[in-house]
């Protein structure tokens, strides 16, 4: 069992910037890919960003590629987003989540976080 706990969202001005933590609970972090995916009203949750168990790997959405960077910190059991340049677009709820291996899809990920709304004004 991994728990998830999303951290770090708030209102930012266009062009700003923020940082989101996950924080997981459960001695088998380090075996998942960790992944973070977004939902904006009225839309279908997309997959943003994931990393690899040892985070040698990563793999970015063509819409947040140059400006977000996934990382993770096992020994803090701990995945983080950093979100720069961000743009009005990128408005939604965004959740972490947990997979066996890494993936864009949701399906395949096992456990979920609350979400963190994220609010970017023009």
């Known amino acids: 069992q991994v728990q998830l706990v999303e951290s770090g969202g708030g209102l930012v001005q266009a062009g700003g910037s923020l940082r989101l933590s996950c924080a997981a609970s459960g001695r088998t972090f380090s075996s998942y890919a960790m992944g973070w995916f977004r939902q904006a009203p009225g839309k279908e949750r997309e997959f943003v960003a994931g990393?690899?168990?040892?985070?040698?790997?990563?793999y970015y959405a063509d819409s947040v590629k140059g400006r977000f960077t996934i990382s993770r910190d096992n020994a803090k059991n701990t995945v983080y987003l950093q979100m720069n340049n961000l743009k009005p677009e990128d408005t939604a709820v965004y959740y972490c989540?947990?997979?066996?291996?890494?993936?864009?899809?949701?399906?395949?990920?096992?456990?979920w976080g609350q979400g963190t709304q994220v609010t970017v004004s023009s």
């Open positions: 990393i690899s168990w040892s985070g040698g790997s990563t």
């Open positions: 989540a947990a997979a066996l291996g890494l993936t864009t899809a949701s399906k395949e990920y096992d456990y």
